[in-house]
C-alpha cells in the first residue's frame, strides 16, 4: 500500500520551494527557473522516502539547508561544526567560494540549498553511527 506523501514542490513568486504538506511550512527553498523546479521535485521526492523517524528527529530543513545569504550560511556551517575548508571540500568546491558566499561577494548558487540539505543528511547519519559506538 503507498503512503501518501508528506512533501511536495511548490512554485512560489521567488522560484521553487519544498513544502511540508502536514504543517504547511516551507521546508527548503530552491530557486527560481527549471533548476529551482528539478532541485524542488528532487528534495521532495528524497525526504518522501526517508523513514518517518529521521525526518521527525532532524532539525526544519528551513533552518538546516536553507542559505539565503552568507550569515545564514555561516550560522548552518558552525551549527554543523565545519570549517570554511571542511565544508569547501564536502561540497567539492574551494575555499574560496565559502568565503565568498560567506561574505556576500560572490551569489550562491541555486543548488546550495539542495546540497546543504544532502549534507545535513550525511553529517546527521555520521553523528548517529558516532553515538551507536
Keep these: ?5 508528506r512533501y511536495a514542490a511548490r512554485r512560489r513568486e521567488t522560484g521553487w520551494c519544498v513544502v511540508d504538506l502536514v504543517t ?6 530552491c530557486g527560481p527557473g527549471s533548476d529551482g523546479a528539478t532541485a524542488a521535485e528532487a528534495l521532495a521526492a528524497a525526504r518522501n522516502l526517508e ?3 529521521a525526518v521527525e528527529e ?3 530543513v528551513a533552518e538546516a539547508g536553507a542559505a539565503a545569504d552568507g550569515r545564514q550560511l555561516r ?3 558552525k551549527r554543523h561544526e565545519l570549517t570554511q575548508q571542511g565544508l569547501a571540500d564536502r561540497l567539492g568546491v574551494r575555499v574560496l567560494t565559502v568565503i565568498r558566499w ?6 550562491q548558487p541555486g543548488y546550495l540549498g539542495l546540497a546543504l ?3 545535513d543528511q550525511v553529517l546527521w547519519r555520521e553523528r548517529a553511527a558516532l553515538k551507536k559506538s
Design 75 to 77: 550560522g548552518w556551517r
Design 117 to 119: 540539505e544532502r549534507l
Design 58 to 60: 532532524r532539525p526544519p
Design 24 to 29: 504547511g511550512r516551507t521546508v527548503a527553498e
Design 1 to 5: 500500500m503507498l503512503s501518501t506523501p
Design 102 to 107: 560567506e561574505a556576500g561577494l560572490h551569489p
Design 51 to 53: 523513514p518517518a523517524a
